[in-house]
């Protein structure tokens, strides 16, 4: 069997150093927002050559608390993309924001800078852009956007970890940029995980209390807070995974170029353009029989994963919350498969699921 994802095979290279490390945290007696935090978070800063960032305790807080240090007022509106995972919709209903959905472009899977415009209203107060399955956003027209109008740019890059536009690191382009280090995530707990960087100091101050019940000193508190820390243990194990980061994104890019050149026309592949560095957090297709392809694959013992069956606006969540029609975003959610591409993975891994493939 060939598993989408196995998480066993993708940290075992780590595990020798893992166990060290667990073990002097355990011996250091601390656990919550200490050395091991401190150094990662100085680590993931300078990785993205950012001033500030901020441990928090998953990727979903780390967009909520973003919204919240950005000091929005409530109600205001959030231009986001229709063809994202649900979390990126649920910061900003937790912010008390309104999300206004814009289709992605179909090549891309991205939100289309070229449809933003016509959503933004005097109500609007940022936009959230989602760097979907490892490739950035288009940045220059989406900055362009932000400064006209005066908007902030939060970045959702849960997927995105190393991703570059233009050489430039996602993550960077905003006033926040949002990480998950959710376990199968490109940098990967062994838990929950989050953190914000940001260049700005007043955000940072603000992340940096709202993350920890609004409090710098302990027992005073300035702001209506959270409990959403980054635990000792989970930011010294990501320590010693962001030093392979780049090795892991290497492997990732190695895979998806075995498909994508061995794969044949009939199935739609990521769009490859200069100017972009992406990090495949997944490797995508698209075909009209996605699930008669999926089950043919798992018949031939080759799992796949869906991301995603059911888009934002047809959540039964979001009834009332979603209006209007996105026609793009379903045909996405109707036709792609997210095949096998981890870490854990080899190429000849890869190669059979090609070939199998290419039966269909
Ligand atoms: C994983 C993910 C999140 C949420 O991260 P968690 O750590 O699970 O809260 C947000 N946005 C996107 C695009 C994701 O893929």
């Known amino acids: 069997m060939i598993y989408y994802e196995n998480l066993f095979d993708a940290n075992s290279k780590f595990f020798r150093e893992f166990r060290e490390k667990f073990e002097q945290v355990i011996n250091s007696g601390w656990f919550i927002l200490g ?8 680590e993931f800063a300078s990785y993205h050559n950012v001033k500030n960032c901020i441990g928090v305790a998953s990727g979903l807080d780390a967009l909520t608390l973003s919204l919240s240090a950005s000091s929005i007022p409530e109600n205001s509106e959030v231009i ?25 472009d179909i090549r891309t899977y991205n939100i289309n ?14 936009i959230m852009v989602v760097h979907l399955y490892g490739k950035s956003c288009d940045m220059d027209p989406i900055a362009e956007l932000c400064k006209k109008y005066n908007l902030i740019l939060i970045e959702d890059c849960a997927q995105s970890h190393g991703a570059k536009y233009k050489g430039k690191l996602t993550g960077t382009f905003g006033d926040f940029g949002a990480f998950s280090f959710y376990p199968t995530k490109n940098l990967g707990a062994l838990g929950d995980a989050g953190a914000v960087i940001t260049n700005n100091d007043i955000y940072s101050d603000r992340l940096r209390k709202l ?92 799992m796949t994963e869906i991301h995603y069956p059911v888009p934002p606006h047809k959540q039964k969540a979001l009834e009332g919350i979603l209006s209007g029609e996105y026609p793009i975003a379903e045909e996405i959610h109707n036709t792609t498969l997210s095949l096998p591409c981890s870490f854990g993975h080899s190429y000849d891994d890869i190669y059979r699921v090609v070939e199998v493939i290419n039966k269909f």
């Not at 091991?36 to 100085?42: A, G, L, S, T």
């Not at 320590?239 to 990732?252: A, E, P, R």
């Open 113 to 126: 800078p070229a449809k933003i415009e016509e959503k933004i209203s005097a109500s609007t107060k940022a």
């Open 35 to 42: 050395n091991e935090v401190k150094n990662f978070e100085n």
């Open 80 to 104: 986001v993309p229709s063809n994202t995972y649900i979390a990126t919709i649920l910061s900003i209903l937790h912010a008390k924001l309104k999300p206004v959905l814009v289709e992605p």
């Open 211 to 302: 993350r920890n019940y609004g409090s710098s000193k302990k027992y005073y508190n300035e702001l209506i807070g959270y409990n959403s820390r980054l635990d000792e243990i989970q930011a010294a194990l990501l320590s010693i995974k962001l030093k392979y980061l780049d090795q892991i994104n290497t492997h990732k890019r190695k895979l998806a170029k075995i498909y994508s050149d061995n794969l044949k026309d009939d199935f739609i592949k990521p769009a490859i353009d200069d100017n972009y560095f992406d990090v495949y957090h997944i490797y995508n297709i698209r075909h009209p029989k996605r699930d008669k392809l999926k089950e043919y694959l798992l018949k031939h013992e080759i």
